[in-house]
């Protein structure tokens, strides 16, 4: 019985200390400074390693949330998580990052990059390889980016990521105007003459300097002749007229 007990005890011991060194293993940051968390992290991020990025910035910030490296890794965890392709972990830290530091100096970047992860929401892996046109996406992200990079400009128009946000919002602009012009089409082609007639409108209403504006008066041209409702339809084309004749004859003449 007493080697028995001893046997146990021994046992019990050795359980014990590889317990012990296996938690040494599985985390050998356990005695790292702030200062030595943050550098490793942000070589992690320079290195393309997202996900150890992310694990070095969540324990600074669990272990160190007073030091004046964490508020930086609040939000360069943000971007972690962004290019490790995680977007809703991503969306969350920046929103975090702008509830709790509304007035930091960085918090216009927080803005900008909830605009790119935003713009590129639903692109899955396919989808960079063998690109669809974005005017057939779902527009609910593009519309939520295209939100983000209004607050950043709007907000911040001496940031430095302003220009780069307004030139996005040109695109996003020409993007959902396109995807509203593209669901005109697909009534047009059903002969759904009024839904048509309203995609179109909601073009040239929403977006009034997209690119597919003129496309959308065509539209409305069409769809309201086809209702017999030819009051509606002259003045779409007289707009039409205005800025593209050639075309708006074509269309007279049909």
Same mark, same amino acid.
């Given at each position: 019985? /007493?080697?028995?007990? @001893?046997?146990?005890?021994? %046992?019990? $011991?050795?359980? =014990?200390?590889?317990?012990?060194?296996?938690?040494?293993?599985?985390?050998? =940051?356990? !005695?790292? %400074?702030? %200062?030595?968390?943050? =550098?490793?992290?942000? *070589?992690?991020?320079?290195?393309?390693?997202? !996900?150890?990025?992310?694990?070095?910035?969540?324990? @600074?910030?669990?272990?160190?949330?007073?030091?004046?490296?964490?508020?930086?890794?609040? @939000?360069?965890?943000?971007?972690? #998580?962004?290019?490790?392709?995680?977007?809703?972990? *991503?969306?969350? *830290?920046?929103? /975090?990052?702008?509830?709790?530091?509304? &007035?930091?100096?960085?918090?216009? #970047?927080?803005?900008?990059?909830?605009?790119?992860?935003?713009?590129?929401?639903?692109?899955?892996?396919?989808?960079?390889?063998?690109?669809?046109?974005?005017?057939?996406?779902?527009?609910?992200?593009?519309?939520?980016?295209? !939100?983000?990079?209004? =607050?950043?400009?709007?907000?911040?128009?001496?940031?430095?990521?302003?220009?780069?946000?307004?030139?996005?919002?040109?695109? @996003?602009?020409?993007?959902? +105007?396109?995807?509203?012009?593209?669901?005109?089409?697909?009534?047009?082609?059903?002969?759904?003459?009024?839904? +048509?007639?309203?995609?179109?409108?909601?073009?040239?209403?929403? #977006?009034?300097?997209?690119? %597919?504006?003129? !496309?959308?008066?065509?539209?409305?041209?069409?769809? #309201?002749?086809?209702?017999? $409702?030819?009051?509606?339809?002259?003045? *779409? $084309?007289?707009?039409?007229?205005?800025?593209?004749?050639? &075309?708006?004859?074509?269309?007279?003449?049909?």
């Amino acid at each position: 019985m /007493r080697q028995f007990i @001893l046997l146990l005890l021994v %046992s019990l $011991l050795s359980l =014990t200390l590889v317990a012990g060194c296996g938690a040494n293993r599985q985390d050998p =940051t356990r !005695d790292w %400074s702030a %200062s030595q968390l943050y =550098t490793e992290a942000r *070589a992690a991020l320079d290195r393309g390693n997202f !996900d150890q990025a992310v694990s070095y910035y969540e324990s @600074l910030e669990a272990r160190f949330p007073f030091s004046r490296f964490a508020q930086q890794a609040q @939000l360069e965890v943000a971007y972690a #998580y962004h290019k490790a392709d995680e977007p809703e972990m *991503a969306l969350a *830290a920046a929103d /975090r990052f702008i509830q709790i530091n509304p &007035r930091h100096p960085y918090v216009d #970047y927080a803005y900008y990059l909830k605009g790119l992860v935003n713009a590129n929401r639903g692109q899955g892996y396919l989808q960079r390889w063998f690109p669809r046109d974005p005017s057939s996406r779902n527009p609910a992200h593009l519309r939520q980016a295209f !939100d983000d990079f209004s =607050t950043l400009v709007g907000n911040f128009p001496d940031s430095r990521y302003a220009e780069d946000a307004h030139q996005r919002l040109i695109y @996003l602009r020409n993007m959902l +105007a396109a995807h509203e012009l593209h669901v005109a089409n697909f009534y047009m082609r059903r002969g759904a003459w009024l839904a +048509a007639a309203q995609r179109a409108r909601t073009v040239i209403e929403r #977006y009034p300097e997209a690119d %597919s504006n003129l !496309d959308a008066l065509e539209v409305m041209v069409r769809a #309201y002749r086809e209702l017999e $409702l030819n009051d509606l339809a002259n003045d *779409a $084309l007289r707009v039409l007229t205005l800025n593209d004749p050639e &075309r708006a004859a074509r269309l007279q003449n049909r």
